[in-house]
């Protein structure tokens, strides 16, 4: 059997750890705010096609990320005479 612990300190990205585990924040209990910085090398950009493509590639990643923080998906199967009034039922 595993043992308990009083209190764990977990990297929180997606809040999944949190949410399969039960486990709640405390009030006041961030330990560290960070930042990720992206280098890449001038001449490896310039001489490598591939290194370019890749570097795009995740910047436009975090990009959606950081963009779609204030968003959510809606999925729902109703029925209407169309796209813009099944909308409208689900706005109102």
Known sequence: ????TDAIL???SSG???????LK????????E???VLVASKRAVIKRSAV???T?????????RLGAVCRFT???????????????????
């Open 52 to 54: 370019l493509t890749t």
């Open 74 to 92: 809606v999925t729902a199967n109703m029925k209407g005479r169309s796209a813009e009034e099944v909308a409208e039922r689900i706005l109102s």
């Open 25 to 32: 924040e405390l009030e006041g209990g961030v330990v560290l």
């Open 1 to 4: 059997m595993m043992g308990t």
């Open 10 to 12: 977990d990297l929180v």
């Open 16 to 22: 999944t750890t949190l949410r399969e585990n039960n």
């Open 56 to 64: 795009h590639e995740i910047l436009e990643r975090l990009e959606a």
């Open 34 to 36: 960070s930042q990720a």
